[in-house]
């Protein structure tokens, strides 16, 4: 619904108030009254009155981040993207981010109740600028930047009492003739960075990378390539170059293809190499740590344990044993 506000918006960006425009062609419109428009923000409120049937369709282009607060009855929205649906729906008291590229869907509001939400879409390159100071919003956009056209980013989340206290000022403010273009920005931004900040709960689906066959190859291919360059193996931007894929599919691919993360998957083939080299008996502890690339030797120790569940010494120690308990039953058996 945003990304579509938002394209309206900018096919109407050459109305006499750059600050508030009032684009025609969307069917939100209706129920918006007043736009706030620039070229970093969008801003509107909308009030659906109980009984109105109030159902759209959409298709994205490059989109904007959008944020929905439901302030009263409730809204479904189904998005489709590369042949697969993510359905959710928007009740009071309940809020949801999007990021979806070129995407098609569409939406309803439920009619037995009315339905009031604040909306807003941002650019995200305008969104980091006002990250500095939040951590969490630091990392969403650097999420945000890891993807593909072949993913979508949905999140709902429960408003905080901040949240909803902030939104209903604006509300408010506007239903007293406020004008938008003097609207404080700081608190636009204020609810955005909060709403960001409580992502860590309530997400509706991970971003999703769509693995075409060729893709699976790529991904089981950069496997090979560190299970050959263990004692060196190649970092993500470097495994990204080699196989042709772009870093977000590459590492959420490789955790799909093989169950870990491309990290993981190098500790876990260093320390299988590591026990086939002591069971070989011609390592040492040392060696082998040396061998697969482990200047800190305590670190591999730990490493090792966590994976196999015993140290790498106690290991060569028994199969020390072992061999030397096996020479003397050699030996014994040819005396016999």
């Known amino acids: 619904m945003l990304n579509e506000i938002s394209t309206t918006v900018n096919e109407a960006v050459n109305n006499t108030d750059k600050n508030s425009v009032r684009p025609a062609s969307s069917p939100y419109l209706k129920y918006a009254g007043e736009y706030l428009f620039t070229p970093e923000i969008g801003y509107f409120a909308m009030d659906v009155p109980a009984g109105e049937n109030l159902t759209t369709s959409f298709q994205t282009s490059n989109s904007s981040v959008g944020f929905i607060f439901c302030l009263g009855g409730s809204m479904v929205f189904s998005i489709t993207k590369n042949g697969l649906t993510y359905e959710y729906k928007l009740s009071q008291g309940e809020c949801s981010i999007t990021y979806l590229p070129y995407a098609t869907g569409n939406s309803a509001v439920d009619t037995r109740k009315r339905y009031r939400a604040v909306n807003m879409f941002v650019v995200p390159s305008r969104l980091r600028n006002h990250s500095f100071g939040h951590p969490q919003a630091e990392r969403f956009l650097d999420e945000l930047t890891d993807l593909s056209n072949d993913t979508v980013f949905l999140h709902k989340g429960v408003?905080?009492?901040?949240?909803?206290?902030?939104?209903?000022?604006?509300?408010?403010?506007?239903?007293?003739?406020?004008?938008?273009?003097?609207?404080?920005?700081?608190?636009?931004?204020?609810?955005?960075?909060?709403?960001?900040?409580?992502?860590?709960?309530?997400?509706?689906?991970?971003?999703?990378?769509?693995?075409?066959?060729?893709?699976?190859?790529?991904?089981?291919?950069?496997?090979?390539?560190?299970?050959?360059?263990?004692?060196?193996?190649?970092?993500?931007?470097?495994?990204?170059?080699?196989?042709?894929?772009?870093?977000?599919?590459?590492?959420?691919?490789?955790?799909?293809?093989?169950?870990?993360?491309?990290?993981k998957f190098v500790t876990e083939k260093r320390m299988e190499k590591a026990k086939l080299m002591l069971e070989n008996g011609k390592y040492s502890v040392s060696d082998a740590a040396w061998d697969l690339g482990y200047t800190n030797v305590s670190h591999f120790i730990e490493l090792f344990r966590r994976q196999h569940g015993i140290t790498p010494g106690k290991m060569l120690s028994e199969q020390r044993n072992m061999s030397a308990l096996k020479l003397i039953a050699n030996a014994r058996h040819s005396l016999t």
């Open 159 to 263: 408003m905080t009492k901040n949240i909803l206290r902030i939104l209903q000022e604006l509300v408010n403010t506007k239903a007293s003739g406020f004008s938008y273009k003097n609207l404080d920005m700081s608190k636009l931004y204020e609810i955005i960075m909060s709403t960001v900040e409580n992502l860590n709960s309530g997400r509706l689906y991970k971003p999703k990378n769509i693995l075409q066959p060729e893709d699976v190859e790529l991904i089981l291919s950069a496997g090979r390539i560190i299970a050959e360059n263990l004692s060196s193996p190649p970092s993500l931007p470097s495994l990204s170059k080699a196989t042709g894929l772009n870093m977000f599919k590459l590492k959420n691919g490789f955790k799909e293809v093989f169950g870990t993360t491309v990290n």
